[in-house]
Nanobody
Framework: VQLQASRGGLVQPGGSLRLSCAAS????????MGWYRQAPGKQRELVAT???????NYADSVKGRFTISRDNAKNTVYLQMNSLKPEDTAVYYC????????????WGQGTQVTVSS
């Protein structure tokens, strides 16, 4: 199983960035996919999830700014991040959750997103 996230980067406040995560080794279309993040000194937290049916869920802190989507034909999940704030700075992790699981079963390697002027 491999979840390969795209490279993050340095973005100015108010800017945008799109992350992608390509999955292999799992039945992608039946897995719920998600993005989590972990800032220095803090616990990993949920950012957004999308079910196999396309239902989405967002952390309150990113609602209206971030959009999660998936392309089952490409086995890829995306996170479009707009109006970025310094507090969005973190390592972002892609995740996959099998049907019936309550917590992600697989994790990507993490990608650094830094929001700073």
């Amino acid at each position: 199983v491999q979840l390969q996230a795209s490279r993050g980067g340095l973005v100015q406040p108010g800017g945008s960035l799109r992350l992608s995560c390509a999955a292999s080794g799992i039945p992608f279309s039946s897995n719920a996919m998600g993005w989590y993040r972990q800032a220095p000194g803090k616990q990993r937290e949920l950012v957004a999830t999308i079910t196999s049916d396309g239902l989405t869920n967002y952390a309150d802190s990113v609602k209206g700014r971030f959009t999660i989507s998936r392309d089952n034909a490409k086995n890829t999940v995306y996170l479009q991040m707009n109006s970025l704030k310094p507090e969005d700075t973190a390592v972002y992790y892609c995740s996959a959750r099998r049907p019936g699981s309550t917590w992600p079963n697989y994790w990507g390697q993490g990608t650094q997103v830094t929001v700073s002027s």
